[in-house]
């Protein structure tokens, strides 16, 4: 039988998103996420990253230029082409697979491994999210990091609100509907995108998830311990809390 559509194997929402989600605001954020992360894991220079569902390179491109062995991974061809003509353009050598965040393994090949801006927890069956933190404990080096950066659920529900807006400096609308389901393990989102006299819809839903509960799914697929952190700044999870960073150390 022919497997169900999943909502992020839809070229056309990363494609209609992309300009909202790599603005120059976030693409300048890139330059302080990357000193910053490096600085929390300790990795040293020249060592091999792997940037797993990289997007459009914001910080593949950094890490470059910082002297890493970088490969950047991503299933929408369309980032990785973006990325790769960004690269060219500074002359930087980046390796960028296209592949599903499930399959990718090289063993023994990475000193530090970054998922960011909630790229993980995209599948309905638990068990793949635990296949994708195996294979990456798997793919890193002794001593090596895992670094996951997403919205934790206590952030979530202190800052929630069920829908908002905002206008691109296109001025494309990206409207947002949200709810929280499964006992707040599951996130519902329904985006809106108007462009012009064009209108498209997407649900976009993804599995949510306590500092307790990652740490727990990255101690329990082949890492000795897991620490979460409040930003890639390394402040602490607590009530201030921006994002939810968590990193397992092999």
Known sequence: MP????WFDDDSL???????????????????????????????PGSAVLDLCCGA??????????????TAVDRTQRYLDHAAEAARAEGLKIEFIRSDMRELIRPGAFDLVINMLTSFGYFVDPSD???VVRNMAASLKPGGCFLVQTIGKEILARI???SDWDEGEDGVLFLRQRKVTQ??????????????TDRFEYNVNH????????KAVV?????????????????????????????GHK
């Open 14 to 44: 990363w494609e209609r998103i992309e300009r909202h989600m790599y603005g120059k605001a976030r693409l300048k954020s890139a330059v302080e996420e990357v000193g910053q992360l490096l600085e929390l894991t300790g990795v040293a």
């Open 207 to 214: 599995r949510l998830f306590s500092a307790v509960e990652l």
């Open 129 to 131: 999210d635990a296949r």
């Open 183 to 196: 006992d707040w393990g599951w996130m519902d989102n329904r985006w809106i995108i108007i462009d012009g």
């Open 3 to 6: 497997k169900e559509p999943r």
């Open 219 to 247: 101690a329990g697929n082949g890492f000795g311990s897991a620490e979460a952190f409040g930003g890639t700044d390394g402040s602490a999870y607590d009530q201030t809390a921006r994002q939810l960073v968590v990193i």
């Open 57 to 70: 390179g914001r910080h593949s491109i950094e890490l470059a230029r910082r002297g890493m062995k970088v």
């Open 160 to 162: 929630f609100q069920p």
